[in-house]
Nanobody, 122 residues
């Protein structure tokens, strides 16, 4: 079985913090790259952050300085610590697991979680 399950979402006031968790099983637990994406109502899904098996991270410009992605291979989990949350961070957040599929570093995300709702009030 391959599974990704997100948790940790909720309703917070602007300026608050949340820590999202993603529990991985099967092949997803040892993916080259783990990522967090989000999708707001009526908007396209967008990348929030990624982390490679080697610990390299990338962040969307909109969350740089406020978000930290991390992995725990012992627990087979990936986390997204979000601070200084803004109303525009409101979205469903998805955990994804993938592989690097090109020498340029392109990533194919093969496994996706169900998503967890994050709502930031003003």
């Amino acid at each position: 079985q391959v599974q990704l399950v997100e948790s940790g979402g909720g309703l917070v006031q602007a300026g608050g913090s949340l820590r999202l968790s993603c529990a991985a099983s099967g092949r997803a637990a040892s993916s080259d790259v783990m990522g967090w994406f989000r999708q707001a109502p009526g908007k396209q899904r967008e990348l929030v952050a990624t982390i490679t098996s080697g610990g390299n991270t990338n962040y969307a410009d909109s969350v740089k300085g406020r978000v930290t992605i991390s992995r725990d291979n012992v627990k087979s989990a990936v986390y997204l610590q979000m601070n200084s949350l803004k109303p525009e961070d409101t979205a469903v957040y998805y955990c994804a697991a993938g592989r690097v599929v090109s020498v340029e570093g392109a990533i194919a995300y093969r496994y996706w979680g169900q998503g967890t709702q994050v709502t930031v009030s003003s």
